[in-house]
């Protein structure tokens, strides 16, 4: 039996996450948890002839309590997003206290899920989450992800379209955050290789790092990246599936993690980063979570720019996520 939840199940990423994960024949059980619709989004979605039963809950009635109880995987996309002119960070006002509370719930009801964290701002929500769980005692550093999986789906993208490829064929590690500079391409080592030129490197690396304002821009206010997230966030939670439930080896996705996940490499990952605690690299997973953090491997001299400027923003936004919990709880 296996039970996936997904908090902001009624949302603009919600709706089609949820469609992809009921697509996914490894779970049994869908639950719908959002403060409005879930009921309806999971009526529907109830119709379609897969194996997983759908449920769908409001926050009356102990709603969060069903629809986390038993989870063996968690997705939060709740949260509100973009419009242009703002900056992710904009958005914590909101969305921090929103993914405390869903955190929360999570500690009491699910203390043994995978948690994959979409609502931004990323490189302050993860922390948060963090925060919550270690106050509750059910910290698990192996099963906490940031979903950054948007930023290397764009650079598979944006670069193939240059290189006249598949895109499916062409990987690119992205390291970092998730918002402007801290998204960091490393174009280097693009697979297979590619010798861009450096006007080629410099336009792609820009293109990944602000690939979300592209879609906030062409909303005009309705809203920023939701079709392309839910595939992406259904790729990443499949990929947890895949590692946790079948128990394949050697599944690498990137993601933003904390990395006290791996301790073995930890003090050398960090080392390279000025000490931050929190991570966006490839990640290999294993049957319980986080197996191996990849480090960065050979960066040219531009990318080690890029990680330069990337540190003190990731250090700014883990601070504040870490202060808004132990300042409030
Ligand atoms: P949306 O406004 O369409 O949907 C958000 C949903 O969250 C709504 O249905 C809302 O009712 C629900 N919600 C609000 N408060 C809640 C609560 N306390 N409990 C449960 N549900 C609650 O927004 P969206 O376009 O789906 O985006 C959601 C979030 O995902 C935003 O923060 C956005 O910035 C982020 N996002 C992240 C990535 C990424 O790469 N990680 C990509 C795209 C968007
Ligand atoms: C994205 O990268 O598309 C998301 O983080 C949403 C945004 O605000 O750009």
């Known amino acids: 039996m296996v039970k996936a939840t997904v908090l902001g199940a009624s949302g603009g990423i919600g709706q089609p996450l949820s469609?992809?994960?009921?697509?996914n024949e490894a779970i049994?059980?869908?639950a719908l948890y959002d403060i409005v619709n879930s009921p309806g989004v999971a009526a529907d979605?109830?119709?379609i002839n897969t194996p997983a039963r759908v449920?769908?809950?409001?926050?009356?009635d102990e709603g969060l309590k069903c629809a986390l109880t038993n989870a063996h995987l968690v997705v939060i996309p709740a949260g509100v997003p973009r419009k242009p002119g703002m900056t992710r960070d904009d958005l914590f006002k909101i969305n921090a206290g929103i993914v405390r509370?869903?955190?929360?719930g999570i500690a009491q009801h699910a203390p043994n899920a995978y948690i994959?964290?979409?609502s931004n701002p990323v490189n302050s929500t993860v922390p948060i989450v963090v925060e919550v769980l270690k106050k509750h005692c059910v910290f698990d550093p192996k099963k906490i992800f940031g979903v950054t999986t948007l930023d290397v789906v764009r650079a598979s993208t944006f670069s193939s379209e240059i290189i006249g490829s598949d895109p499916?064929?062409?990987r690119v590690p992205v390291v970092g955050g998730h918002s402007g500079v801290t998204i960091v391409p490393l174009l280097s080592q693009i697979s297979p290789q590619k010798g861009f030129s450096e006007e080629q490197i410099e336009k792609l690396t820009h293109r990944i790092q602000y690939g979300g304002d592209e879609v906030v821009k062409a909303k005009d206010g309705a809203g920023s990246a939701t079709l392309s997230m839910a595939q992406a966030g259904a790729r990443f939670a499949s990929s947890i599936l895949d590692a946790t439930v079948k128990g394949k080896p050697g599944i690498i996705e990137p993601s933003y993690v904390c990395l006290d996940a791996d301790k073995e490499h930890c003090s050398q990952l960090k080392d390279a980063i000025g000490g931050l605690e929190y991570f966006s690299y490839n990640v290999e997973l294993g049957p319980d979570g986080i197996h191996k953090i990849h480090g960065l491997g050979e960066v040219s001299p531009y990318e080690r720019k890029l990680l330069e400027s990337a540190i003190p923003e990731l250090k700014?936004?883990?601070?504040?996520?870490?202060s808004f919990i132990n300042s409030k709880l």
């Open 28 to 30: 049994t059980e869908l």
């Open 316 to 322: 700014q936004n883990i601070e504040k996520g870490v």
């Open 19 to 23: 469609l992809l994960l009921k697509l």
């Open 45 to 47: 979605l109830s119709h």
């Open 168 to 170: 499916r064929d062409v």
């Open 55 to 60: 449920t769908g809950y409001l926050p009356a």
């Open 101 to 104: 509370d869903l955190a929360t």
């Open 116 to 118: 994959l964290i979409i």
